[in-house]
């Protein structure tokens, strides 16, 4: 399945700040998933 983070789920689930729902990070570690960012969540991390 295709994931698209939008910027703050991203941020979150990179600092591992847990505040994203376990169902949320068993699907974001999940290799059988693939994780999409758009263009513009990665201007807006930069």
Known sequence: MD???D???FIWWDS???R???AAE???R???N???LSHASICTCL
């Open 16 to 18: 591992g700040g847990g």
């Open 26 to 28: 068993t699907a974001l």
């Open 34 to 36: 693939r994780l999409l």
């Open 30 to 32: 999940d290799p059988a």
């Open 3 to 5: 994931l698209l983070l």
């Open 20 to 22: 994203l729902s376990a």
């Open 7 to 9: 910027t703050c789920a």
